[in-house]
């Protein structure tokens, strides 16, 4: 586990404030605001962390680099090339030479150091507003142990990202998604995890049956998917690592993996009987699945609110797949979709404001959100076929699949901002789909 | 190779279903079959192998039917089809799993349902032919198993579709 830990670490954050008045009047707080679109990344330095011991370079190293990835990859923020550095930081606690730093424009500097005790390791950093000469928040210390290295720079990511953007972080946590393999007409599909950019994957279902749709708790502690190990779509909860696999009971002849409750104790499915197919909430400890919709329509893909208190899913009950909205418990459900075409696949944003889906309209697939209410519609992305998206734990960036057409054709699993910007592919070993985000972990 | 395909198809409805008013079957639109490619030459060698669609057992009645985009009744080519089917099924003992399938153009899940109610519109039809119940289950693979893999219509027509499965025999 990584704790964060402020033990002597203290910067004097009063200090740092009162240093600031002389600043703010040149000059509005180190701020990037996200929500405004971003056309120029906020330029910051990373000189390596410093190893306490020669036994932590290596580590140091990696941990930098990592850190220096995740802020890139949300193109918010630029990294100054090293060789470009004046300045070097070999001493953690020594005071900064802030001119070196504003002489090649960097409006931010991470500082930081890494120790290595045995299989513990800690990292500390500070954060920099280079043109006020300050500190931006207080100097903060993570531990963690040597298997888990890649968390603690993504921890100061998430702080350091947090800090400059007034948002929550998303880099410390994990995805639920389906590696594949095979031809496309027998292809093999078991359900993975991995690290939200793509590291440390680990297959979780042996592929001999087809295992579809994954479903990640927000804990990132358990995940529910869609499986044939019968022979037909059954939902299968199984734990993050591997273990505690469990068949959940069918009250029908197929049933599909939908969202889990907030509390996580429960879950929806999609169940079908007779060519119609309904929502459930079931109790995942008992078993006990309660109808929440009754009818002939297909009406399938639910997910919750953050706050539980409503579900949004899809229905062909006009005709086509469009979105719906009802409570928690059931009822009348809303339509919210209006546009042309067919919407698939909402998921509600950990934030509340968005429903992210997936559009069908003139043969191309997209990737868009609009307010629970249905007002707002804008699409991202579009291709041959863009599906399932997948809110970071900070509602600000989706992961969704994108499949390439014809004989050779599969999916691999990107990233989008909720602008549209900043397009990028998670690195899989081979074709991925259905990614599933956790929330941040604890 | 089609035509004697659809006239074998029809001479067995006749044969099961006695002198049935019913008009022929008028094409082939039902069949995922691909003319020429071998399958219809005879019995032997189907159930294995890469075939587009395959036959009953003993028979020459097509196993597939397909489906018009995000549509799941029957056409009347396809009910021509299952017509035979049912013909086979009351003159042989067993049971039969329906498949459905979807093309690559809808979302997986809404697709694997959509297959379901494909799969339950083929056993809806031949339980309310005769067939019992019992004998029919169904299920459903979406769009994860396609029988022809282009990014055009002439593949996504093929992929659309319902499978009968003879237990223990071809097409599995």
Redesign the interface.
């Known amino acids: 586990m990584v704790r964060p830990s402020r033990r002597g670490l203290l910067l004097g954050a009063s200090a740092a404030l009162l240093a600031r008045p002389f600043a703010a009047a040149a000059q509005a707080p180190l701020r990037i605001e996200i929500t405004e679109g971003v056309i120029e990344p906020m330029p910051f330095a990373a000189p390596a962390f410093v190893a306490d011991t020669p036994a932590a370079e290596d580590l140091a190293a990696r941990i930098t680099q990592v850190m220096v990835d995740d802020l890139v990859g949300t193109g918010l923020f630029r990294e100054i090339p090293r060789q470009a550095h004046l300045g070097r930081i070999g001493n953690f606690d020594a005071p900064v030479q802030f001119a070196d730093w504003r002489a090649i424009n960097a409006q931010a500097l991470i500082t930081g150091a890494v120790g290595v005790n045995g299989d513990a390791v800690s990292a500390r950093f500070r954060l920099w507003d280079v043109f006020a000469q300050a500190p931006l928040g207080e100097g903060l210390r993570f531990d963690g142990s040597t298997a888990t290295w890649r968390r603690l720079a993504h921890k100061v990511a998430d702080a350091v990202y947090s800090r400059l953007t007034g948002e929550g972080g998303y880099f410390d946590s994990r995805v639920a998604f389906v590696t594949e393999s095979g031809p496309?007409?027998?292809?093999r599909?078991a359900i993975a995890v991995m690290d939200y950019d793509g590291a440390n994957p680990v297959t979780l279902t042996d592929g001999s049956a087809?295992a579809?749709?994954p479903s990640m708790a927000r804990s990132a502690q358990q995940i529910l998917f869609?499986g044939y190990e019968s022979?037909?779509?059954a939902v299968y909860l199984i734990g993050a690592g591997g273990g505690g696999r469990r068949a959940m009971a069918s009250t029908g002849?197929?049933s599909?993996a939908g969202g889990f409750a907030p509390n996580e104790a429960q879950a929806l499915f999609?169940v079908?009987k007779?060519?119609?197919?309904n929502i459930y909430l079931v109790d995942l400890g008992s078993g006990q699945a309660r109808a929440l919709t009754q009818g002939s329509a297909?009406d399938?893909?639910p997910t919750f609110s953050p706050d539980g208190g409503q579900i949004v899913f899809?229905s062909?009950q006009g005709g086509?797949?469009q979105l719906y909205v009802m409570p928690a418990g059931g009822g009348a459900g809303v339509r919210i979709s209006f546009g042309e075409g067919?919407y698939?696949?909402p998921q509600w944003s950990p934030r509340g404001d968005l429903i992210a889906f997936?559009k069908?309209v003139g043969?191309r697939f997209h990737i868009g959100v609009m307010r629970p209410d249905g007002s707002g519609e804008r699409l991202l992305t579009a291709s041959?076929?863009d599906?399932?998206p997948s809110w970071a734990p900070n509602g600000r960036v989706l992961m969704f699949y994108r499949?390439t057409?014809?004989?050779a054709?599969g999916p691999q699993i990107y990233t989008v901002d909720i602008s549209g910007r900043n397009l990028r592919r998670v690195p899989t070993a081979g074709f991925a789909s259905?990614p599933s985000w956790s929330g941040l972990l604890a | 190779m089609r035509g004697t395909r659809i006239a074998a198809a029809a001479l067995v409805l006749g044969l099961a279903l006695g002198a049935c008013a019913r008009a022929p079957i008028d094409t082939g639109a039902g069949f995922s079959g691909t003319p020429g490619a071998g399958a219809l030459d005879g019995s032997a060698g189907f159930g294995t192998g890469?075939v587009t669609g395959g036959v009953l057992p003993g028979s020459t009645i097509g196993d597939t039917v397909q489906f018009a985009v995000?549509q799941?009744t029957l056409s009347p080519q396809a009910i021509g089809l299952v017509d035979a089917q049912v013909g086979w099924l009351l003159a042989n003992p067993g049971a039969i799993e329906i498949e459905g399938h979807a093309d690559?153009?809808?979302?997986?899940?809404?697709n694997?349902?959509?297959g379901?109610?494909?799969?339950?519109?083929v056993r809806?039809y031949m339980v309310s032919r005769g067939v019992p119940d019992g004998r029919i289950g169904?299920?459903?693979?979406?769009r994860?198993?396609?029988?022809a893999?282009?990014?055009d219509e002439s593949c996504w027509s093929q992929n659309r579709r319902a499978v009968t499965v003879v237990a223990g025999g071809a097409g599995v």
């Open positions: 496309k007409a027998t292809r599909k087809l579809l749709g869609t022979g037909k779509p002849e197929i599909l999609s079908s007779g060519g119609a197919s297909i399938t893909a899809e062909d086509t797949q067919r698939a696949t997936t069908i043969g041959y076929l599906e399932g499949e057409p014809g004989e054709g259905a | 890469p995000d799941t690559e153009r809808g979302t997986e899940q809404y694997i349902q959509l379901a109610r494909r799969a339950a519109a809806d169904t299920n459903t693979f979406g994860a198993r396609p029988v893999t282009c990014a």
